[in-house]
C-alpha cells in the first residue's frame, strides 16, 4: 500500500516542478530581456542628448518599453523618427524571440533638460521600464558625437556571402 502513496507524492512533484516552467504557449512565461549595444553621442547642446541601444527579448512573450529615467535629465522620452520629423513614440514593443533596436536615424532615446552635459568617456546610468519585466538598469557609455556603430546587418551580411 505504500507504493501507490510514495508515486503519487513523485508524480504531484513532478507536475509542480513543471508548472514552474509556464505553459506550453508562454502565456504565462515573462519576457526575457537584456540590453545590448547602449550608447550616447556626446551632446552637442547643453539641454538635449540622444540614447540608443538594443533590447533582446529571448522568450516567446512580447513586452514593450514605455518610459526611461537617467539621473542627467529631467525628461527622457521615446522618440520615433519619420521621414525628417521626430515624434514621442507610445510604448514601442520587443517582440517574442525578436529585438527592439533604438539607432541614430530611427527610433531613440532623447533625454531633454540635461542636469549636466556629459563627455565622452563618462558612464551615465539609465533605467528603463517595461510594461511586464521588472525595471533594467543601464550603463549607457557617452561615445565621441560622431560615433557610429558598427552595423549588425554588415557583420551577418558578410559571413553569409559565400555561396
Given amino acids: 500500500m505504500r507504493r501507490p502513496i510514495a508515486s503519487a ?3 504531484a512533484g513532478c507536475l509542480a516542478l513543471a508548472g514552474c516552467g509556464g505553459s506550453a504557449d508562454g502565456a504565462d512565461a515573462a ?3 537584456s540590453v545590448r549595444s547602449a550608447y550616447m553621442p556626446q551632446p552637442v547642446t547643453e539641454s538635449l542628448a540622444a540614447g540608443y541601444l538594443t533590447v533582446v527579448n529571448k ?3 512580447s513586452d514593450d518599453l514605455v518610459s526611461a529615467t537617467s539621473d542627467i535629465a529631467e525628461d527622457i522620452s521615446v522618440h520615433e523618427t519619420s521621414g525628417q520629423t521626430m515624434k514621442e513614440a507610445g510604448p514601442l514593443e520587443i517582440p517574442a524571440g525578436g529585438r527592439l533596436v533604438l539607432e541614430s536615424g530611427g ?3 532623447m533625454f531633454e533638460k540635461l542636469k549636466h552635459r556629459p563627455k565622452e568617456g563618462e558612464t ?7 510594461t511586464k519585466t521588472d525595471p533594467i538598469t ?4 557617452v ?6 556603430p558598427t552595423s549588425a546587418k554588415s557583420s551577418s551580411t558578410s559571413s ?3 555561396h
Fill in 9 to 11: 507524492v513523485v508524480m
Fill in 31 to 33: 519576457p526575457d530581456l
Fill in 59 to 61: 522568450s516567446d512573450s
Fill in 107 to 109: 527610433n531613440h532615446l
Fill in 124 to 130: 551615465v546610468s539609465v533605467k528603463l521600464r517595461f
Fill in 138 to 141: 543601464v550603463e549607457m557609455p
Fill in 143 to 148: 561615445k565621441s558625437a560622431t560615433y557610429q
Fill in 160 to 162: 553569409n556571402s559565400h
